[in-house]
C-alpha cells in the first residue's frame, strides 16, 4: 500500500498567491483529514470529510482557506490568497471510515510563504 | 476536549525500556487513550490506543491507571529510531477529531 499521497512535498511562493495543496488517501478510506502544524500553535485540525462530503470545518482558520473533496481518491486544500502566515506544514491523513480507531498521515506539504 | 499533560522532553539510552507518562484527570468514561508519535520530518503515526485494560502491540505498551487519570506509554527497548515526539490524546468513542497537544519529545542516546 502506498499511503497517503502528498504533493506538493515542498511549496515557495510570494505573499498574493493562490496556493493549491494536494492529497491521495490510502484506497478504500473514506474519512480524510486535513492538518496544519507550526511551531507556535502545533497539530491542528482543519477540516475532515466522509464520504467525501465535509464534516466539519471549524479549524479553517479564514475564509483564504477552502478544502474539497471531488471524489473518494482525490483531496484539495487551497489558499487565496495566500500570506506568510500561512507558513507551515500540512498533513493530510485518512481512516478507514467514521470513527475509525487509527488515523493514516501523509509525508505533509512543507509551504513558505515569502 | 479533555485535556492531558506530558512532560515537554525525556531522554534515554538505546536498549533500555522507557515509560512515557500522560495526566489526563479529566477523562471522561468514553474517551479512549491514544498514543501517536511523529519521527522528524514525518507525519505524526498511530502507536496504541485503550480505555482500560492495559494494551500491547509490537510497537509498545500501554499501561492504564486503574483511576484511568493517567497512563503510561511503554518502548520495552527503545532503538534510535524511537526518537520521536509521543502524543497522548483523548478521544471520545466514536469522534473523529484528534486534538494535539505539545507531546514529549523523547531522546535516545547512543
Known amino acids: 500500500d502506498a499511503g497517503v499521497i502528498q504533493s506538493p512535498r515542498h511549496e515557495v511562493t510570494e505573499m498574493g498567491q493562490e496556493v493549491t495543496l494536494r492529497c491521495k488517501p490510502i484506497s478504500g478510506h473514506n474519512s480524510l483529514f486535513w492538518y496544519r502544524q507550526t511551531m507556535m500553535r502545533g497539530l491542528e485540525l482543519l477540516i475532515y470529510?466522509?464520504?467525501?462530503?465535509?464534516?466539519?470545518d471549524s479549524g479553517m482558520p479564514e475564509d483564504r482557506f477552502s478544502a474539497k473533496m471531488p471524489n473518494a481518491s482525490f483531496s484539495t486544500l487551497k489558499i487565496q490568497p495566500s500570506e506568510p502566515r500561512d507558513s507551515a506544514v500540512y498533513f493530510c491523513a485518512s481512516s478507514l471510515m467514521a470513527g475509525a480507531e487509527t488515523q493514516y498521515f501523509g509525508p505533509g506539504t512543507r509551504l513558505l510563504v515569502l | 476536549d479533555a485535556k492531558t499533560t506530558q512532560p515537554n522532553s525525556m531522554e534515554s539510552n538505546e536498549e533500555e525500556p522507557v515509560h512515557l507518562p500522560c495526566n489526563h484527570s479529566t477523562i471522561s468514561g468514553t474517551d479512549y487513550i491514544h498514543w501517536y508519535r511523529q519521527l522528524p520530518s514525518q507525519g505524526p503515526e498511530y502507536v496504541i490506543h485503550g480505555l482500560t485494560s492495559n494494551v500491547n502491540n509490537r510497537m509498545a505498551s500501554l499501561a492504564i491507571a486503574e483511576d484511568r487519570k493517567s497512563s503510561t506509554l511503554i518502548l520495552h527497548r527503545a532503538t534510535l529510531r524511537d526518537a520521536a515526539v509521543y502524543y497522548c490524546i483523548l478521544r471520545e468513542q466514536g469522534a473523529q477529531k484528534l486534538v494535539f497537544g505539545q507531546g514529549t519529545r523523547l531522546t535516545i542516546n547512543p
Open positions: 470529510f466522509n464520504n467525501n462530503v465535509p464534516i466539519d
